[in-house]
């Protein structure tokens, strides 16, 4: 096999992975970067030239030939929809014909701007099959194509970032007991994932991230957006409990900023958890999982450890 590339295009970030399959069917991590899309990352606009553009300066930078390379391509969760279904377990061909009538049901588009697919993810108690759809639309599709083909590259893959990150999970972890959740803090989107014995996968996307820390800040500070974001990722963390206030006023503001958006991430997951539990027959979580950019502020996993009482560490994929 040849090298391929991976491509996670999230909100704020676009992180790019060139790896080398090996004889042995390994793989080898060659190269890999992290860029900032920055505030246009942000804005709910066309992003096939701002894509583009990054992705042109990584391939550059790490001196990456990408005529002909395969791209597998990971869209954020804000645009991929995600919906779970329980269907009778029944033939495969009637299966496919069941969830397609399900996807007319509850995809908020028309099937013909969207590619669509499913997987089944286990059965339930009652012997009904568990499966996650997922739809994106065919716009999405041909910029992520736009963006490749005018590089060099040809689209393989297409995933949403959930199911990746259930998948990386299941690869590195899948021998685990009892009920892991999965905390995926992005820039503009933040995803609680379960996972159990069996193959038993639910989640549920918040539609809110990290970048509310840096607009919150930015609007108390009064400082812009790029030096607001800065300032965050330099010297911001989340304020827990018997730790000292700090005495700059500008990083006093981020770290109550940051503190009070994690409490609000904090609820809504722990509404989900209730959900899960009441609505979907799912176990309470033994462990949590902390994964994503916004994750990645000091004292997020000591934050959540205090909150749900639960030991956290971060996900290594």
């Known amino acids: 096999m040849k090298p391929f590339l991976a491509i996670d295009c999230g909100a704020a970030n676009l992180k790019v992975a060139l790896f080398e ?52 391509v990971c869209t954020p969760s804000y645009q991929c929809f995600t919906k779970f279904l329980n269907t009778p377990a029944v033939d495969g061909a009637k299966v496919g014909q069941i969830i397609q009538y399900e996807a007319q049901q509850n995809v908020p588009f028309p099937l013909d701007e969207v590619e669509w697919g499913y997987q089944i993810m286990g059965t339930t108690d009652d012997g009904d099959l568990d499966v996650m759809l997922m739809a994106l639309k065919l716009e999405i599709i041909d910029s992520l194509s736009t963006v490749c083909n005018d590089l060099g590259l040809k689209l393989a893959i297409v995933d949403g970032s959930a199911a990746a990150l259930r998948n990386s999970f299941m690869h590195n972890y899948g021998e685990l007991e009892g009920c892991s959740l999965l905390l995926d803090v992005g820039a503009k989107t933040s995803n609680a994932l379960f996972v159990e ?27 812009d957006w790029a030096a607001a974001e800065e300032y965050k990722r330099a010297y911001g963390y989340v304020h827990v409990t018997n730790t000292a206030e700090p005495t700059d006023p500008y990083q006093a503001i981020v770290v109550k900023t940051a503190r009070n958006v994690m409490t609000r991430l904090h609820q809504q997951v722990a509404q989900t958890i209730q959900y899960y539990r009441a609505q979907q027959g799912g176990s309470a979580p033994v462990r949590l999982f902390l994964a994503g950019g916004g994750a990645s502020m000091l004292y997020t996993a000591e ?15």
């Open 21 to 72: 399959p090996q004889p042995n069917g390994a793989l080898v991590l060659a190269r890999y970067e992290v860029a900032s899309l920055g505030q246009r990352g942000m804005e709910e606009v066309e992003r096939t030239e701002l894509l583009k553009e990054v992705l042109q300066d990584v391939l550059d930078r790490n001196e990456i030939r990408a005529k002909g390379l395969d791209a597998n």
């Open 197 to 223: 014995e069996g193959g038993k996968f639910f989640m549920r996307s918040i539609n809110f991230g990290a970048n509310a820390i840096t607009q919150e800040f930015s609007r108390e500070s009064g400082l």
């Open 303 to 317: 934050f959540f450890q205090e909150k749900l009482n639960l030991p956290v560490e971060f996900l290594n994929p």
